[in-house]
């Protein structure tokens, strides 16, 4: 048996960094507006100043935290038969993560993901396998927990029929949607969020999700949709965790050093996971969040500083996150 399986996507990423003198850096262009713009000039040849290729997507991320982190692990994604699905796959055996799901006659999915501005990037994102996962395709191999990321088109209705199979077995269910999921609403999204343990969402996708502003109101929602465990990430000002009604919230070390922000999502999400497989305790999954997702962000790429347990446990020992009850 598994202790973690993860279903979602699977990319290949190209990660660029463009000659800053051919590119503009606008303010935001309407009032109320926060999204900064990066402006390429059309008709030019735009210099490249570093290019570098990893593994990206829902599945993977988590999968690879996952494994580093002790747990036997199995990951349900679909690639294409190219060169790019074969990078990831050699990814997954390196990792010691167990593929679940199949190599298919589509084409695997690609990212290029363009310069940061204040950490944060711009992603133009190909799906191609990862949208037609089907339920016929997957190899069920039993599990404590299920960790289901984001998923489009024919994929996301498999991944709410595989969350039902799971949970008749006795199964944890954890679902980390993401902003293409939220915009759908309660109404989409239901049938899955009625019938999951854990539901792990950052600042935005809770309010597209629940209509509602504050983070306080946004966790009362969610609880009343059935999840027993609710944390929403706020960035750089840590997360909010609800449980039995009592919230928390995990501040982060002020002197944690960014440098490509990455994967970090997917670094506290499953981490915050693993720490309720391996001690059923919120207050240890939040530091086990909190420790991996500055990890990773100090370091490029989304895999390439995800942590062991051991240097996540001496990592927490030594500089423990401060987590405070907020009160409702």
């Known amino acids: ?8 996507g699977a990319a290949y990423d190209l990660f660029i960094n463009t000659d800053r003198k051919s590119t503009e850096f606008l303010k935001a262009r309407h009032p109320g ?22 593994v990206g997507g829902g599945a993977t991320n988590t999968a690879t935290c996952l494994s580093r982190l002790g747990l036997k692990t199995g990951s349900i994604f679909n690639v294409g038969n190219d060169l790019y699905g074969e990078k990831i796959l050699e990814c997954m055996r390196k990792e010691k993560v167990d593929f679940l799901g199949k ?10 993901i363009l310069d940061s501005k204040g950490h944060d990037r711009t992603i133009l994102a190909y799906k191609g396998a990862s949208c ?20 489009t088109g024919d994929s996301y209705e498999t991944a709410v029929r595989l ?4 949970r008749k077995k006795g199964t944890k269910i954890a679902f980390n ?22 539901l792990v969402l950052n600042k935005e996708e809770a309010m597209l999700l629940t209509e509602e502003k504050g983070i306080p109101r946004m966790l009362h929602t969610l609880e ?7 944390i929403i990430t706020d960035g750089p000002k840590g997360a909010y965790a609800c449980c039995g009604g009592t919230v928390y919230k995990a501040h982060p070390h002020r002197n944690a050093r960014i440098v490509e922000a990455t994967g970090a999502g997917d670094a506290f999400a499953s981490s915050a996971v693993a720490g309720m497989i391996t001690k059923e305790d919120l207050m240890f999954a939040l530091q086990l969040g909190i420790c991996n997702a ?18 996540a446990i001496r990592s927490i020992r030594q500089n423990p996150a401060k987590i405070t009850k907020i009160k409702r």
């Open 177 to 198: 949607p993401s902003t293409y999921l939220a915009k759908k609403g309660h109404k989409y999204l239901g049938r899955l969020i009625h019938n999951i343990d854990m």
């Open 103 to 112: 190599v298919t006659n589509e084409k695997t999915d690609f990212s290029i």
């Open 224 to 230: 009343g949709w059935g999840p027993d465990t609710t």
């Open 132 to 151: 037609s996962l089907k339920l016929n395709q997957i190899k069920k191999e039993p599990s404590k927990w299920l960790y289901i990321s984001t998923l």
């Open 294 to 311: 500055e990890s990773v962000i100090s370091h490029f790429g989304a895999h390439n500083k995800l942590l062991t347990w051991k240097e």
């Open 163 to 166: 969350a039902a199979g799971y």
């Open 33 to 54: 507006e926060k999204t900064e713009h990066i402006a390429y000039p059309t008709g030019a040849k735009v210099l490249i100043e570093s290019a570098a290729f990893d």
């Open 1 to 8: 048996m598994h202790d973690a399986v993860t279903v979602g």
